[in-house]
């Protein structure tokens, strides 16, 4: 992965995926006394950045690998990401989805004309599930972050940043994504490295799946205890990526994490004072750079809100716990 | 108010406002059986597209207009508006609300430096309570809609989505736009005139307040024959605009209204579909476009989404009965 193969993904996604805004809010600068720059992700299409990562990777596929069709594991948004790019590429999509995703994960995925398969997080063995259908269709395995074309599609948000924070005036600043498996931040820390080197990438992760950040603290993969227990349900990998977190561990600073409470809060505010919609595991980069001021430097943020697919109740709930986020 | 004047606010507001994007989502143009396109100015500073106008004014005033200061009345958005506007020159700002405007309207104004005046809708004459601090305070006074450079700030909507929807290729289209005094709805149509004559602007606003509609309808400017009574707070205003009406009459199509649950079912489609918080008068577009599609001629629409600013207890009661709005 380099340079060269973020570029290559973002021409491919130019005119196709869409190019999202910085967004601002002078109510949250205050909350977080710093300039606080906003690129909302969850207004991509499929209502994440994930959306770029599947277009860049069914897009490089060889015409036998798009006759085949391609298979991968999800809970939903990297699903979305590919069951869209698929479709829009004539190329046949089976997703494996935990029978506990969010209901609206599961019903956008089918309607994009992906055929989706359950299986039950405690029982199953998705692995072998995976393994076996990949086996008898010949299908093509597109991993949500272990892949240098999606970690080269992700990339494309990092060029975006390099460029609309400039225009913005701001070239020195820590830039803050919620991580799973570390797709997003890799394929941004790369971009940042060629075009913005003044810019420095910080994983966000839930409490309690912090693999990334313990593993950034000791310089080896750590796993994480649990598989399930937060309503962060996009970012809850079981460890940081082969591929990224070498990336991650050369070019991140130190891991950050926050508590459920803090991204259902950070939806709020982001609800209140950006009018945007973010789930919790997208919102918590916001919940870092409002709630972790002390672990933070510089005069300037970047925080990037990866997906707004969260259903309806949980954001109805958010919003009566915490109001206006502050 | 004419094409130059649009032009001279758009450039006054370039790199100030926001130029807020396209978005689009398959799930709402199966719903509209037709190409949708949205506008979200939700996004806009402030939360709404009132800003532009806001700015416009603010910045074509004097400098001895400027040192005495603005008044304005308005529900919130335009209040909001004015008030960063006017923060950002230097310019002190009085805006007269009525005390049953949306908590965080009120809260807003007041943080974004305004002195906020709050009168009875029912016991109190706002004209009077306005004209007695206008003549006072020797302040300079920013109509919501009939002022030319209100209407030519918000007419440089008109020209983005000229642009951009050429650019996504779309030339022919019905532009749907939330309608209350008319201003947006009179820039945007004067914009398109010269820009895309082969848009048409149709006013959308609430059922029982359709002042625009029945005035388009019968060639002459009718009142609403009540003031309150509908959730669509940022839209109800007495009559159609002096100023905004003759505009209306020459270029747009026939108007249209919907229901208060027509426009709390299309917050709830733009919640799940676009990840956008819309508040229900900035709602009223989208809903006629998915809940009216028997009046729209043509294969594509423009939906402006005007605003965002509903506080949250109401956002969340939409979702609860609503879901995702289908």
Known sequence: MNLEMIESAAA????????????????????AGRRVLIKPECLQHTGSFKFR??????????????????ITCSSGNHAQGVASAARAHGVPAVILMPSDAPALKIANTRALGAEVVLYDR???DREAICARLKEERG??????????EVVAGQGSVGLEIAEQAAEAGVRRAEVLVPCGGGGLGAGVALALEARAPQMRVRTVEPEGFDDTARSLASGQIEANPRATGSICDAILT???????FPVLRRLAGPGLAVSDDEALRAMAAAFARLKIVAEPGGAVALAAA?????????????????????????????LERFGTGE
Do not use: C, K, M
Request: no cysteine; net charge positive; hydrophobic share 45%.
């Open 12 to 31: 491919r996604l130019a005119g196709r995926a869409r190019r999202t805004p910085l967004l601002s809010s002078p109510f949250l600068d205050a909350l």
């Open 53 to 70: 990562g599947g277009w860049a990777a069914v897009s490089a596929l060889s015409e036998s690998q798009r006759a085949r069709g391609v």
């Open 122 to 124: 405690a029982r199953d």
């Open 139 to 148: 299908l093509h395995f597109i991993s949500a972050y272990d892949n240098a």
């Open 238 to 244: 079981p460890a940081p990526g082969a591929l990224t």
């Open 290 to 318: 409002l709630f972790r001021r002390q672990d933070l430097d510089g005069e300037a943020l970047i925080v990037v809100i990866t997906g707004g697919n969260v259903d309806g109740a949980v954001f109805a709930r958010a």
